[in-house]
């Protein structure tokens, strides 16, 4: 008889730093996160307006950065202290992030 042993595959962490603050988020976050991360994503490649994608960029980053429970980010918390770059840095780094692990047997 074989045996799948799904405990395993551990979950590691991710440490995102930002101005003098760490934030612990999984790399592998639950089902229910990626669902909603990839319907904003789907929603801002919809968006015709400049200023409605900024702002779900802006809930992009806010929901990866809520992962770590002892946070509590919000969307004005995100604009004033993330640049532009450092939100589609975030965005896009995640979501390789969240790719890699799920192609990664470990």
Same mark, same amino acid.
């Given at each position: 008889?074989?045996?799948?042993? *799904?405990?395993? @595959? +551990?979950?590691?962490?991710?440490? /995102?730093?930002?101005? #003098? ?5 999984? %790399? ?25 994608? *900024?702002?779900? @960029? +802006?809930?992009?980053?806010?929901? /990866?950065?809520?992962? #770590? ?5 919000? %969307? ?31």
């Amino acid at each position: 008889m074989e045996t799948l042993n *799904l405990n395993a @595959l +551990v979950a590691k962490n991710i440490k /995102i730093e930002l101005k #003098d603050q760490e934030y612990i988020i999984p %790399e592998q976050p639950p089902m229910d996160f990626v669902i909603q991360l990839q319907e904003i994503q789907s929603r801002g490649a919809k968006e015709k307006k400049a200023d409605k994608q *900024l702002s779900l @960029l +802006v809930e992009v980053c806010k929901v /990866i950065l809520n992962q #770590d429970e002892s946070k509590n980010v919000d %969307e004005e918390f995100v604009r004033k202290n993330l640049t532009l770059a450092q939100m589609n840095k975030l965005a896009q780094f995640y979501q390789e992030q969240i790719e890699r692990a799920a192609k990664d047997p470990n």
